[in-house]
């Protein structure tokens, strides 16, 4: 295994080889990277690094029909839950938390949640959410009157499950007799 000084030095001669440095420009780089390395080994945080932001800023990131992470700058999603989650193992919570996105704030592009609102105002499923809030409401408060009265009236007795009716089998036809050598003859 290589030693943090050899992997210094190769990280800064591959920086070098496209971008022209002095000696002393060099020997400061695989300083600084040996440092950076060493303290990475012990777990410690690397002093002099910021956080990285992206260039978009957090109103140009919700497009019409795209949005773009702020993390790493990657565009053309129709919503961000999965590339967060896949890409940086971040919860949506998180990502609005770290760039001060309002919990409101959907993160998908406009087009997108327009499409899913109309699909769902087709369906009826305002009205079927309205009318479950409803009965969930009734049920609660029932609970709350039938805790209140100490004693519970009594339900009604349910009626007996009722037989299925017998129905008239139809006579089966009768099959036709196979002719046979014997019979032939």
Do not use: W
């Not at 420009?25 to 695989?30: D, N, P």
């Not at 327009?114 to 959410?129: I, V």
């Amino acid at each position: 295994m290589a030693t943090l000084v050899e992997i210094a030095a190769q990280l800064v001669s591959s920086h070098a080889s496209s971008t022209p440095m002095t000696s002393d420009e060099l020997l400061a780089e695989i300083a600084k990277v040996h440092a950076a390395l060493k303290n990475l080994e012990a777990g410690q945080a690397i002093e002099g690094v910021e956080e990285t932001r992206s260039s978009v800023s957090v109103k140009d990131a919700f497009k019409k029909n795209e949005v773009v992470c702020l993390l790493c700058g990657k565009g053309g999603f129709k919503t961000l839950a999965r590339h967060l989650s896949t890409a940086h193992g971040m919860k949506p919570g998180a990502y609005k938390k770290q760039f001060g996105i309002s919990s409101k704030q959907a993160l998908s592009a406009k087009s997108y949640s327009e499409a899913r609102r109309k699909m769902a105002q087709d369906r009826g499923l305002a009205d079927n959410l309205a009318k479950a809030r409803e009965v969930r409401m009734a049920n609660i408060e029932a609970k709350k009157e039938g805790a209140a009265k100490p004693a519970k009236a009594a339900k009604p007795a349910k009626a007996a499950p009722k037989a299925p009716a017998k129905t008239a089998k139809a006579p089966k036809a009768a099959k036709p007799k196979a002719v046979t050598a014997k019979a032939k003859k």
